[in-house]
């Protein structure tokens, strides 16, 4: 990768006389042991080996160049030229060099969009799991949000495609989406939002009529990501077809027919959006648009749907990494600016910021991989990994998302003044993080979702139990009383979900029920996770987050109680330092503060 041209004098924290330094130089990879820890203990000795030092230099990447890249494109928004230069209606999508070289790392040298569909990569003989693939999400993000969407989209395609579309389909398109070579590459979108229907898709009206082998599309598309992808999944119903969702079909619509020409389709215009600016989103007006079936019409919905949950899960995890990037960001200031003669990471109101700030992070580190871990399960045939997915996949999306916005206006927070400046990253972390709470599903919709779908008509919260059970179960060196304080709290909030979901009046609480989901499961992740990491290199600080999400995301607290004692500042202090802490030590302070 050649560099671009820099406006702006970059400055890390090993540079004299900066007020605040940032993150400029940092490898995020090595930055990061508690991503090492967990791939360790999700992935096979082996492929763990063969992704590391890719991981690293991605890392490395994504804390220079490609984090350049980002702030460029950012800047640079893309542009929508509606004919060419000749007066004819073809149109096209003019985007900064800089969008181009992100591009080329994502797609080509590290083929994240592919990872999981196709062999090869990075010199892997089989397919990637997808905890190995969302570890390359997870630090590629941390640079670059925007494009994350296209990845994504590009990847739920070719999965889509693989699995419900015809032999003549996939041997004439999913090639190309699944490319590393970027002059072979074929991006693909996900145009399902329509001003009629956007989370009630049944309402949708883009209609289907059949031509041949073929079918024409008619209608509007509102809000359409990777607006020039090359080849597109969208929802329309079938001439005559019934109403509601079992009415729509799928169908794979390309941008150019066979000889070339433009589809029958136009991009009316581009969004101006908040953030995620890099990223070329639009409305999209279907006239006659070729299309072609993809899998049985009156099931469209439902194959969407397993995009839709692929998505959710990647969301989450781009939301994780824009609150590791906010993180490391606010860490940065914190260990290197001196305010009224001491560092501000010794000083208390800031330690408990900083706490909150990785608190979330970590919950949200966990909890990805977590889910990632059951769809790989899922995918191998688990039909109880399946069921666990069901629920691990709403209601990390509704949390993760939500905690992303708080982080990362914190961290802005913590840079002061100029952290509200477009020259440092944190602007455009928040700008960015408030995407995740509406992408693919709102908030509501998604606590909706988790509680009266999962639990109340799939019953997946019986296997959510099973699991965090059986965490606790295969944690033997994690101190017995802590494990049975999760138990407990694991019976409650399974319970409480029930209850919710069970009754019709109660729908105001799925969100609260879908929270609670949210913390004790990753209470009981990171006491899993302690416990493993502390046999494996003999650090259990995890357990001390553990101790945290149960103090200050599930616990009632007495707002008029002083909270600050020792064992809260040895608490701090283990983990915002570097040392690894044995579970004698951490088994002292998981005791009733």
């Known amino acids: 990768m050649q560099p671009l041209k820099q406006d702006r004098v970059t400055a890390s924290a090993s540079q004299p006389g900066l007020l ?178 956007g989370s009630d898709v049944g309402t949708l009206t883009t209609s289907a009529v059949q031509e041949g082998d073929h079918w024409r599309l008619y209608g509007e598309k509102w809000f359409c990501s990777n607006a020039d992808a ?24 390309p941008r150019r027919l066979d000889d070339g020409s433009p589809n029958h389709y136009r991009i009316v215009r581009l969004k101006d959006k908040l953030g995620t600016r890099s990223m070329a989103s639009g409305e999209i007006k279907l006239e006659g648009a070729i299309a072609y079936a993809v899998g049985k019409l009156d099931r469209g919905f439902v194959q969407m749907a397993e995009m839709v949950n692929s998505s959710r899960l990647s969301n989450g995890v781009k939301s994780t990494a824009l609150m590791r990037r906010a993180h490391h960001d606010a860490m940065t200031v914190a260990k290197n600016r001196i305010v009224f003669g001491q560092r501000i990471i010794d000083l208390p109101l800031a330690q408990r910021q900083l706490m909150k700030i990785a608190l979330a992070t970590e919950q949200a580190l966990s909890m990805s991989f977590l889910t990632a871990d059951a769809l790989d399960r899922a995918e191998a045939g688990s039909q109880d990994a399946a069921a666990l997915l069901r629920i691990l996949t709403p209601t990390l999306k509704f949390r993760a998302t ?54 109340g008509r799939h019953g997946a919260d019986a296997a959510l139990a099973a699991d965090l059970h059986a965490r606790l179960d295969d944690s033997p060196n994690v101190p017995q009383a802590w494990r049975d304080r999760l138990r407990a709290l694991t019976d409650r909030a399974i319970g409480f979900a029930r209850e919710v979901a069970g009754r019709t009046d109660h729908e105001g609480d799925a969100r609260r029920a879908t929270s609670l989901l949210y913390h004790v499961a990753s209470a009981v992740a990171l006491a899993w996770e302690g416990g493993r990491i502390h046999e494996m290199r003999g650090d259990a600080r995890r357990l001390l987050l553990s101790r945290l999400v149960v103090d200050h995301r599930i616990s009632p607290g007495d707002p008029f109680r002083l909270t600050e004692n020792a064992g809260q500042r040895a608490i701090s202090g283990h983990l915002l330092g570097e040392r690894s802490v044995g579970m004698a030590e951490v088994g002292e302070l998981l005791v009733e503060a």
Request: aromatic share 8%; with cysteine.
């Open 402 to 455: 939500r905690d992303a916005r708080k982080v990362c206006g914190d961290a802005l927070e913590m840079r002061g003044g100029i952290g509200y400046i477009e020259e440092f990253a944190t602007s455009r972390l928040l700008r960015d993080a408030h995407l995740g709470s509406i992408w693919e599903g709102t908030g509501n919709i998604v606590a909706i979702d988790a509680l009266k779908r999962a639990v």
């Open 230 to 253: 090359e080849v597109v999944m969208l929802l329309a119903r079938p001439e005559g077809a019934g109403p509601g969702t079992r009415g729509v079909g799928l169908f794979l619509m």
């Open 20 to 197: 605040a330094p940032d993150t400029t130089g940092m490898n995020f990879y090595r930055a990061d042991p508690a991503l090492a820890d967990l791939l360790r203990l999700h992935l096979p000795d082996a492929l763990f080996r063969h992704i590391e030092p890719h991981l690293d230099r991605l890392g490395a990447l994504a804390g220079g160049h490609l984090d350049e890249c980002a702030r460029l494109a950012d800047r640079h928004p893309p542009v929508l030229h509606p004919r060419d230069r000749f007066g004819r209606d073809i149109q096209h999508i003019e985007y900064h060099p800089a969008y181009r070289e992100l591009e080329k790392a994502a797609f080509g040298e590290f083929g994240i969009h592919a990872m999981s569909i196709r062999k090869g990569i990075m010199g892997w003989p089989d397919k990637y799991p997808v905890v190995a693939k969302h570890a390359f999400t997870f630090l590629f993000n941390q640079a670059e949000f925007g494009l994350g969407c296209p990845i994504n989209v590009t990847d739920g395609c070719a999965k889509l495609l693989d699995k419900f579309g015809s032999a003549a389909l996939k041997a004439k398109y999913l090639d190309g989406l699944t490319q590393t070579d970027i002059g072979r590459l074929t991006q693909g979108g996900q145009f399902m939002t329509e001003k009629e229907g």
